[in-house]
């Protein structure tokens, strides 16, 4: 029976059965003695492309010729950036799969199409520079020629005046001659040179797009070597599949409003890949996954936690910090050594490094490259967290989810995009955009001012994703119509979850802030200080539009200072989610209406006025910004 091994992917489990790749049917007991012969190459195909944060995982299809018992097909050349310990198959109806192996072989040089198409095309403009080359020798040589001509006609013409036997017709035609024949010769140096640099460019850039195709690769290819087993006569096909770094993708987003506040917005949801992996992709059917490939079968073993408790005096500097995901670690690095001191660092530095180094753990693991050294670098990210949780977060509910930065690219559970069609994407440099889907929302249009810190008004409007795609955090590109209007961040989205988005600043309305009056008053042994502002709302739209204004009071991080809102006209909003999540932290918010070309006298008012009270022995002493969300 085919044994079947699991391989899990950020919770996705595949089935994997052993593979053949089709090259060559031939016993398997002439497998040794033939081994150092040239491969034959088999048909195969990319069928399918599944692209990872970090890396893809490509699904081969491998004509297995007609014919039973013991074949063995081998899939030649793999790209240069194959993960070797990833390499799988998968049989099918008549085909069982005996071995699947990985090999490299040296080659005398690169068997890649485009590249031998480079080389030849380099061959052939190596030789016209010699032509060219030659050419320029015997422009060279005529023009010496003609200039002892010049000299030898000087002379004789000088010889025969003097003896009185001057025959001006044929001098002058043997003046005309050396004119004509130099003019033609500098044109022709002149043309030679020209064909010599534009010859000497081509050359360049081809040698340039050969060195980007070759970078990293060497005299080596590598081979897939698949042993299966045929009951039935007919051809057949079989699946191998491996994964690949040098690829990878993220998410980006265009948002175009309609004409009207009624039309929807159009979202078109993209995929930017870097491809580079050395191995074109034609025609495929393409999947992205927000997955981290897992190609262990066990969870890493915990450690005992030692904590130690030592005088609070004691505890200065920092924690080594780990390196970032992707860079190497050696053996008896800081993943080695006890965390004696957290206070130094910060929690999103703790919690930073703590996701860095399961990454670098879990490709290590994928590398089948020391499962020791990965274990320990696990449980030293899990004592980052609990450090963290311990001793350095002040907020349990700033420090809930281990090993899941705010905002990052895997949060929330793991997502796969599968795009209807097939698609082409070449290997190359730079990055290329595949559009995953296109959809259509209904805005609800509102105007965002916070004049103390701009005094420009935002159109926003709010969307419901109503679509069947989760929308990853990524940059996104606003366009009014056709009109570019800036770029924002776009947060995680759910389906179903609403959202906000930005088309811009508004030009047709205006808003300002300023104080109005500041008292001080002395009532028992407190000072109270008192503070008016007004903020004046500008519109010359035509329409009626709503409006929210923010603003802000000091929040008071102790009990030695109050502050309280003394009134507010009109009243802050009663928005359920504004009350829970900003009230509370003395955000001001105000949900307004405002009528068409309400400016000048008939702008509108936003007032209010707060009091702080202290001991009079008491002053603010800092200031200092916090992000409330975090």
């Not at 099918?92 to 990985?102: N, P």
């Not at 800081?334 to 703590?354: C, H, S, V």
């Given at each position: 029976?085919?044994?079947?091994?699991?391989?899990?992917?950020?919770?996705?489990?595949?089935?994997?059965?052993?593979?053949?790749?089709?090259?060559?049917?031939?016993?398997?007991?002439?497998?040794?003695?033939?081994?150092?012969?040239?491969?034959?190459?088999?048909?195969?195909?990319?069928?399918?492309?599944?692209?990872?944060?970090?890396?893809?995982?490509?699904?081969?299809?491998?004509?297995?010729?007609?014919?039973?018992?013991?074949?063995?097909?081998?899939?030649?050349?793999?790209?240069?950036?194959?993960?070797?310990?990833?390499?799988?198959?998968?049989?099918?109806?008549?085909?069982?799969?005996?071995?699947?192996?990985?090999?490299?072989?040296?080659?005398?040089?690169?068997?890649?199409?485009?590249?031998?198409?480079?080389?030849?095309?380099?061959?052939?403009?190596?030789?016209?520079?010699?032509?060219?080359?030659?050419?320029?020798?015997?422009?060279?040589?005529?023009?010496?020629?003609?200039?002892?001509?010049?000299?030898?006609?000087?002379?004789?013409?000088?010889?025969?005046?003097?003896?009185?036997?001057?025959?001006?017709?044929?001098?002058?035609?043997?003046?005309?001659?050396?004119?004509?024949?130099?003019?033609?010769?500098?044109?022709?140096?002149?043309?030679?040179?020209?064909?010599?640099?534009?010859?000497?460019?081509?050359?360049?850039?081809?040698?340039?797009?050969?060195?980007?195709?070759?970078?990293?690769?060497?005299?080596?290819?590598?081979?897939?070597?698949?042993?299966?087993?045929?009951?039935?006569?007919?051809?057949?096909?079989?699946?191998?599949?491996?994964?690949?770094?040098?690829?990878?993708?993220?998410?980006?987003?265009?948002?175009?409003?309609?004409?009207?506040?009624?039309?929807?917005?159009?979202?078109?949801?993209?995929?930017?890949?870097?491809?580079?992996?050395?191995?074109?992709?034609?025609?495929?059917?393409?999947?992205?996954?927000?997955?981290?490939?897992?190609?262990?079968?066990?969870?890493?073993?915990?450690?005992?936690?030692?904590?130690?408790?030592?005088?609070?005096?004691?505890?200065?500097?920092?924690?080594?910090?780990?390196?970032?995901?992707?860079?190497?670690?050696?053996?008896?690095?800081?993943?080695?050594?006890?965390?004696?001191?957290?206070?130094?660092?910060?929690?999103?530095?703790?919690?930073?490094?703590?996701?860095?180094?399961?990454?670098?753990?879990?490709s290590e693991l994928n590398l089948k490259a020391r499962d020791n050294r990965a274990n320990?670098?696990?449980?030293?990210?899990?004592?980052?967290?609990?450090?963290?949780?311990?001793?350095?977060?002040?907020?349990?509910?700033?420090?809930?989810?281990?090993?899941?930065?705010?905002?990052?690219?895997?949060?929330?559970?793991?997502?796969?995009?599968?795009?209807?069609?097939?698609?082409?994407?070449?290997?190359?440099?730079?990055?290329?955009?595949?559009?995953?889907?296109?959809?259509?929302?209904?805005?609800?249009?509102?105007?965002?001012?916070?004049?103390?810190?701009?005094?420009?008004?935002?159109?926003?409007?709010?969307?419901?994703?109503?679509?069947?795609?989760?929308?990853?955090?990524?940059?996104?590109?606003?366009?009014?119509?056709?009109?570019?209007?800036?770029?924002?961040?776009?947060?995680?989205?759910?389906?179903?979850?609403?959202?906000?988005?930005?088309?811009?600043?508004?030009?047709?309305?205006?808003?300002?802030?300023?104080?109005?009056?500041?008292?001080?008053?002395?009532?028992?042994?407190?000072?109270?200080?008192?503070?008016?502002?007004?903020?004046?709302?500008?519109?010359?739209?035509?329409?009626?539009?709503?409006?929210?204004?923010?603003?802000?009071?000091?929040?008071?991080?102790?009990?030695?200072?109050?502050?309280?809102?003394?009134?507010?006209?009109?009243?802050?909003?009663?928005?359920?989610?504004?009350?829970?999540?900003?009230?509370?932290?003395?955000?001001?918010?105000?949900?307004?209406?405002?009528?068409?070309?309400?400016?000048?006298?008939?702008?509108?008012?936003?007032?209010?006025?707060?009091?702080?009270?202290?001991?009079?022995?008491?002053?603010?002493?800092?200031?200092?910004?916090?992000?409330?969300?975090?």
């Open positions: 029976m085919t044994k079947i091994r699991w391989f899990v992917t950020g919770g996705l489990a595949f089935s994997l059965g052993c593979l053949a790749v089709g090259l060559w049917a031939r016993p398997a007991a002439d497998v040794a003695a033939k081994d150092d012969a040239p491969p034959k190459a088999a048909t195969s195909r990319i069928a399918a492309v599944t692209v990872y944060p970090n890396s893809a995982l490509v699904t081969r299809e491998v004509e297995v010729p007609a014919g039973q018992g013991s074949m063995e097909l081998v899939v030649t050349p793999l790209p240069p950036h194959v993960v070797s310990s990833s390499l799988y198959s998968e049989g099918s109806e008549g085909i069982r799969i005996l071995t699947t192996r990985f090999r490299s072989r040296p080659v005398k040089e690169d068997t890649r199409e485009e590249v031998r198409k480079l080389q030849d095309e380099l061959r052939k403009l190596q030789l016209n520079a010699g032509k060219l080359q030659a050419d320029m020798k015997a422009c060279e040589a005529n023009m010496q020629l003609l200039n002892k001509l010049e000299t030898f006609t000087t002379a004789s013409t000088t010889h025969a005046t003097e003896k009185g036997k001057l025959d001006s017709e044929s001098t002058i035609a043997l003046i005309k001659y050396v004119m004509d024949g130099r003019a033609e010769r500098t044109k022709e140096m002149v043309k030679l040179n020209q064909d010599v640099q534009d010859n000497n460019d081509k050359i360049e850039f081809a040698n340039r797009k050969l060195r980007e195709l070759t970078a990293g690769s060497s005299k080596t290819e590598f081979d897939a070597v698949i042993v299966v087993d045929k009951v039935n006569d007919g051809p057949g096909k079989v699946r191998l599949n491996y994964l690949v770094d040098q690829a990878a993708w993220r998410p980006q987003y265009k948002f175009r409003s309609g004409k009207t506040a009624k039309d929807p917005v159009q979202v078109e949801y993209l995929a930017a890949v870097v491809q580079q992996t050395g191995e074109d992709w034609q025609g495929v059917n393409v999947m992205f996954s927000t997955a981290q490939p897992m190609l262990n079968a066990t969870p890493p073993e915990l450690d005992m936690l030692a904590v130690s408790v030592v005088p609070r005096a004691s505890v200065t500097g920092t924690v080594p910090m780990p390196v970032r995901a992707g860079q190497p670690t050696q053996p008896g690095e800081f993943y080695k050594q006890p965390i004696a001191n957290p206070y130094g660092n910060t929690n999103r530095d703790l919690q930073e490094a703590a996701a860095d180094l399961r990454k670098k753990a879990q320990e670098v696990f449980n030293y990210a899990a004592t980052l967290d609990q450090a963290r949780e311990l001793v350095v977060a002040e907020d349990i509910s700033r420090s809930a989810f281990i090993g899941m930065p705010r905002g990052g690219a895997n949060e929330g559970p793991t997502v796969t995009y599968k795009l209807d069609g097939r698609y082409s994407v070449p290997s190359r440099n730079d990055e290329q955009v595949i559009e995953v889907a296109r959809i259509d929302m209904a805005p609800d249009y509102f105007y965002k001012a916070v004049p103390i810190l701009t005094p420009h008004v935002y159109r926003q409007a709010n969307l419901v994703n109503k679509s069947k795609f989760v929308l990853l955090p990524g940059e996104a590109t606003m366009y009014d119509g056709s009109d570019f209007v800036g770029r924002m961040n776009l947060p995680l989205v759910a389906v179903g979850e609403q959202f906000t988005v930005g088309f811009g600043a508004e030009p047709q309305m205006q808003v300002q802030r300023q104080m109005l009056s500041k008292d001080r008053t002395m009532q028992g042994g407190n000072q109270i200080l008192k503070f008016e502002y007004r903020i004046l709302v500008s519109s010359y739209k035509a329409d009626k539009v709503k409006l929210q204004v923010w603003d802000r009071l000091p929040y008071a991080e102790n009990e030695q200072m109050g502050v309280t809102l003394i009134k507010a006209t009109p009243e802050v909003s009663k928005d359920p989610l504004y009350q829970r999540e900003d009230r509370p932290t003395n955000l001001l918010r105000w949900d307004l209406d405002i009528g068409p070309e309400q400016n000048g006298e008939k702008a509108l008012a936003v007032g209010y006025e707060f009091k702080l009270e202290l001991d009079k022995q008491m002053t603010i002493g800092a200031f200092q910004n916090r992000d409330n969300k975090k």
